[in-house]
Structures are given as C-alpha cells and as structure tokens.
C-alpha cells in the first residue's frame, strides 16, 4: 500500500501541497466572505422594512448582488497575502476583476438612487407636470450615466490586457490618428449623448406627455439614449429617433398643462332652433362628471344652403377625459336631437320648375 502511494506521489506535481493549500484557503475566504454578507444585509433588510420609506427597500435591494462578490473579491485579497500561488493567480485576473465589481457597484448606486428619487414623483395625480419633468430628467440622465460608467470600466479591464494597452500607447503618440480614430467610433455615440442631454434640458417631451406625432395620437411612454417609445391610443408602440423630437415639428398636448379644449360639431337644419340646443346641452355638461367647469360654449360657427355648423365647446382636465367627454356629449346630442327636435335633422331642399313660368324653359 504505501509503495503504491509513493508511485502515486511520482506522478503528482511538486507544488500539489502549494495548489491544495491555495484552493483550501479560497474556499474558506470565500465561505468566511459570504455569511458575513448573509448576516449584515440580513440585519440592513429587517432595517429597512422597519423604516417608512421605500427608499431604503430599494438602496438593499440593489446593492446586494453587487457588494456580495465585492466582499468576495476583498476576502480572496486578503487569503493571497498568506498564499503565494493564489496571490499569483489573482494578479492574473485582478485587472479584469477589480474594475468590473466597481463598475457594478457604481451603477448599482445610481439604479437605486434613481428610482428612490422616482418615488417622490408621483405621475399618478392629476397634477403631474413636475412629476413628469422629474422622471424625465431621471429616466435621460440615469441612461448617459449608465452609458459612462459602462464605457470607462470596460476601457480599464482592456488596458489591464498588455497587448491592448500597448496599441494603445502606439495610438495615442499618433495625434492625428489617434484623434480620427476615436472621432469615428465614437461619432453615434457622442450624437446620442448631446441629443439625450439637449432632451433633458430643452424639455421638448416628458415622460407621460400627449403628443401627436406621424399622424399618431399616444403618450410618451418611455425616453431612451437613441429613440423615443410613444404608447398609440390603441396599445401599439411607435418608435422614434431622439433626433425627429428635436429637429421637427409635432405636437405636444400637455406642454405646460394637461387641461385641454374639446369640440363638438353639430350639423344642422339652417331653420333649427339654437336656443333649445343650446339650453340641452348646457344641461348634459353641467351633469357630466368629466367637464372641469372652465368652458361650455355653443357658437353658429358656419353656414350653408343646406346646413348650418353649429360648434360645442367644452374643457376637461387632460386629453383622455377630454375625449372621452366629446364622446358622450356627441352621443347624447344626437340622441337629443333625434327624439325632441328631428326638424333640426340637415335635408338637402329642392322646387321644381313650374313649366308655365315664363322665361323658364322646362328641362
């Protein structure tokens, strides 16, 4: 037996105590590294429920991937400065390592950061202009920061590859192309960056505005870095470049306000009785729930041989409510209209020629 392990010993290498050693010690750096993250994000989790506010919720619940293999990545740090083979192992993938986790960590902290400032606005109340400002600025700010982070810590795990890093010296002892080089690739990017920032501070669009836009009525329903997602009426999503919001012309319902203006056209009988439409619809408004009692109006806005365009004006709180409200008053007019006053319904008109009037030839 004892022969039979010395052969084995032959064939193992002269280091296997070193590498078994290593390997022992990683294991239990990294077992040490996680119950001790286990145990403090457990206490931070039992803290933050006790709390009111959601934002502590959302601070743990984002650092704890992230932190949990930083405390990792720390313990195996301090197990190589006992382990001469594991110090040379995570010289080998610190550069790659190190940059990534702080990478993580910083844009786990502006994720969280993000949506606990998205907690104070509410864009569900009725008066969510600010709001709306505020999640715009955040949803644009929080996608350029993201793109900068990830840009920076993905140059710092390519300059620890000495190849790379040395094209890169060569590079950059070249002004010239150096300068055209980084110009050319970074063209989209740095395009997208200006738009996204002259987005956040001209303010054109917010998150949740009604516009129209190629022919389409939606809200803004999302803002990104290169485009733009507009939720149509009917559930579709219309996808448009940052660069259409800022370099043409389309409309924004909800610019400085949600109240809006609503119309109604009635086509009617030139001989109709206005002043019982009138007096009918000034009623179906004051008993709506959607009217905002700013605007009730009735005009005779056109004329015509055979009809006579009368105009219902009214105002509502935001564009849905508003059309809703056209919808309904519509209805009901019509409705009206058909059952108490159907001589208000348009005809066209028509005489014959009387064949014995003279100077009249008949046809």
């Not at 084995?8 to 290498?13: E, K, Q, S, W």
């Not at 786990?108 to 709306?132: C, F, G, H, W």
């Not at 395009?191 to 022919?215: H, N, Y």
């Not at 009988?269 to 109006?297: G, H, S």
Request: hydrophobic share 50%; charged share 25%.
């Amino acid at each position: 037996m004892e022969d039979w392990i010395d052969q084995a010993r032959d064939y193992l290498p002269s280091d296997w105590g070193s590498v078994a050693g290593a390997c022992i010690a990683a294991g239990l750096a990294v077992g040490l590294a996680l119950l001790v993250h286990r145990i403090v994000f457990r206490a931070l989790r039992r803290v933050a429920r006790s709390s009111e506010s959601e934002a502590d919720d959302i601070v743990v619940r984002e650092l704890v991937r992230p932190t949990r293999w930083a405390i990792v990545a720390l313990a195996l740090v301090l197990a190589a400065r006992t382990m001469p083979l594991l110090d040379t192992v995570w010289q080998a993938i610190a550069g790659f390592v190190l940059p990534a986790l702080i990478g993580w960590i910083a844009l786990s902290i502006m994720q969280a950061t993000v949506k606990a400032l998205e907690l104070r606005a509410d864009i569900s109340i009725e008066d969510n202009l600010e709001a709306r400002r505020r999640r715009t600025r955040l949803a644009i700010f929080s996608r350029m920061g993201t793109f900068a982070i990830v840009f920076v810590t993905i140059g710092l795990m390519l300059l620890s590859i000495p190849g790379i890093r040395d094209i890169g010296v060569t590079l950059m002892a070249s002004a010239g192309l150096a300068a055209l080089a980084v110009g050319a690739a970074a063209q989209p990017a740095l395009k997208a960056l200006i738009s996204g920032l002259q987005m956040a501070l001209t303010e054109p669009i917010r998150i949740d505005d009604v516009v129209i836009i190629e022919g389409e009525w939606g809200r803004i329903e999302d803002i990104r870095t290169t485009y733009v997602v507009v939720r149509i009426w009917d559930e579709r999503r219309l996808i448009v470049p940052v660069n259409k919001f800022l370099e043409e012309s389309f409309q924004n319902w909800t610019r400085r306000e949600s109240q809006l203006l609503g119309t109604v056209f009635l086509h009617l009988d030139p001989m109709a009785d206005v002043t019982k439409v009138r007096a009918r619809y000034e009623e179906l408004i004051e008993q709506n729930p959607l009217w905002d009692r700013r605007v009730q109006v009735v005009q005779v806005t056109d004329t015509a041989p055979d009809y006579m365009e009368v105009r219902l004006l009214m105002s509502a709180r935001d564009a849905g409510t508003a059309f809703d409200l056209r919808c309904q008053i519509r209805e009901a007019m019509m409705a009206f209209i058909r059952d108490e006053m159907p001589e208000a319904i348009a005809r066209r008109r028509w005489e014959p020629i009387d064949k014995d009037e003279p100077g009249i030839l008949p046809g």
